[in-house]
């Protein structure tokens, strides 16, 4: 059994900065690509950033210059470390990663997702 679990989440006034993580668990062989979305109320879930297993990143234009993806293979972690935030940054946000399982099946998990909430 495989499962994401974010945390870093909270309120924070604009300008501020936080810090969200996600640990893979369970019978895991490999990861590959691993990311960070985003859903705020009424509106679509979108890709705010993605990091290689090589470590190549990409980012939403939206964030670019102030959100920073990483990755600790030797903890299967992601983090999102997020700066200079601003009020439209306001969604629950999930952990997406490409995984093998001791099965050698692999697929996209999700995390449960966690909240960030941006005032101004």
């Known amino acids: 059994q495989v499962q994401l679990v974010e945390s870093g989440g909270g309120l924070v006034q604009a300008g501020g900065s936080l810090r969200l993580s996600c640990a893979a668990s369970?019978?895991?062989?490999?990861?590959?690509?691993m990311g960070w979305y985003r859903q705020a109320p009424g509106k679509q879930r979108e890709l705010v950033a993605t990091i290689a297993s090589s470590s190549s990143t990409s980012y939403a234009d939206s964030v670019k210059g102030r959100f920073t993806i990483s990755r600790d293979n030797s903890k299967n972690m992601v983090y999102l470390q997020m700066d200079s935030l601003k009020p439209e940054d306001t969604a629950v946000y999930y952990c997406?990663?490409?995984?093998?399982?001791?099965?050698?099946?692999?697929?996209?998990?999700w995390g449960q997702g966690t909240q960030v909430t941006v005032s101004s």
């Open positions: 369970g019978s895991i062989v490999s990861i590959n690509a």
């Open positions: 997406n990663t490409n995984l093998c399982d001791i099965t050698f099946r692999c697929r996209y998990y």
